[in-house]
Every structure is written in structure tokens, then in C-alpha cells.
């Protein structure tokens, strides 16, 4: 249960890194922080995520639906 909270918390921490870069560009103000940081942060996070879900599929930690129908 905790390993789908972690899944979710990322997923959750991704779209915010995106609303963020979305208001830095609209605003376009050169004190704030690049755009890219915030999309950098999003891409480190999805990678993040399917290297866990790697991880535990290996590890028996989660399961795939053996028949999808």
C-alpha cells in the first residue's frame, strides 16, 4: 500500500512541476526561475517512477493482470 502512495505522491509532484513551468511562461519575469528547471524536475520524476515500477515488478512487489479481459 505504502509503494502505491509513493506512486501516487510522484504523479501528484509531476503535474504540479508542470502547472509551475505553465505559469513561468505565461508570466514571463526574468527573476523567477527558468521554465526548464521545473520540466527537468517532472522528467527526473517520471523516470523515477517507472524505474520503481521496474523494481517492483522484479521484486514480486506488484503484480501484472495476467489476462486483461
Keep these: ?3 502505491k502512495i509513493v506512486i501516487v ?5 509531476m ?5 509551475r513551468a505553465l505559469i513561468i511562461m505565461n508570466k514571463n519575469d526574468p527573476d523567477q526561475p527558468s ?4 520540466i527537468g524536475r517532472r ?3 517520471s ?3 517507472i524505474l520503481l ?3 517492483a515488478l522484479s521484486t514480486g512487489l506488484i503484480t501484472l493482470n495476467p489476462r486483461p479481459y
Design 53 to 55: 515500477l521496474l523494481i
Design 15 to 19: 503535474v504540479f512541476n508542470l502547472f
Design 43 to 45: 522528467l527526473i520524476a
Design 9 to 13: 505522491g510522484m504523479l501528484a509532484y
Design 35 to 38: 521554465m526548464s528547471k521545473f
Design 47 to 49: 523516470v523515477a517512477v
Design 1 to 3: 500500500m505504502v509503494f
